[in-house]
């Protein structure tokens, strides 16, 4: 098959968790919940993923860890670790994806972060993984107070940075998440690992090994 030489996009946007990041809250629990059993009760049924998307949307920590140790006084330990041990549940950086980005910017592809985050981790992640510093901008659901799938955050993103929808490629793990972006023109494709996107992006005619 020949390889397409014509750049069909401008601009490059990367969801954060799952793409760039490893992270989960397993990585965190397994040591305070040894018990596995335990351990996905209490995050299936307890810290569950809707209550920590509702930080993702922009309701405060504090807050948040309030109002579940108030519903589960018994776990107040483990539900305070939520808060305070974040950063335990990133295991690091996918280097093979950061690796694609840090050859986009030197080519002169702009480059975006688009991440359902809490305002207040997302700072913390910075300060711990330089790669989230280098963006030329970032749409954090935290900030906006509006999480996806919600197609106004990808309006948001478009709007804020003078996107051309169709020639403005997007990253995400998450299949409804890309249905969202589509859904507003977006070109967007699953992640499903750094040599798929690489060879997606080739494709699109971006300059990458």
Do not use: C
């Amino acid at each position: 098959m020949t390889e397409r030489t014509e750049r069909m996009t401008d601009a490059v946007v990367f969801d954060i968790g799952g793409v760039l990041l490893d992270w989960s809250p397993t990585y965190l629990y397994a040591d305070l919940i040894p018990d596995e059993e335990e351990r996905t009760h209490f995050l299936t049924n307890v810290a569950t993923p809707a209550w920590n998307h509702k930080q993702d949307e922009g309701r405060p920590w504090a807050e948040a860890v309030a109002e579940l140790k108030s519903l589960h006084p018994e776990h107040a330990e483990w539900i305070e670790a939520y808060d305070t041990g974040w950063l335990k549940m990133v295991k690091g950086v996918f280097e093979d994806t950061a690796a694609v980005l840090t050859e986009l910017q030197p080519a002169g592809v702009p480059t975006y972060a688009l991440t359902n985050f809490s305002a207040e981790k997302w700072e913390i992640a910075k300060d711990a993984f330089g790669v989230l510093r280098h963006f030329d901008g970032e749409i954090v659901s935290g900030v906006e107070k509006i999480a996806k799938p919600d197609e106004k955050i990808y309006r948001i993103l478009i709007e804020r940075f003078g996107l051309d929808p169709a020639r403005t490629f997007y990253t995400d793990d998450m299949a409804y998440n890309v249905d969202g972006a589509r859904a507003v023109g977006l070109d967007a494709e699953v992640f499903t690992g750094a040599s798929d996107l690489r060879a997606q992006l080739r494709d699109r005619g971006l300059p990458l090994q």
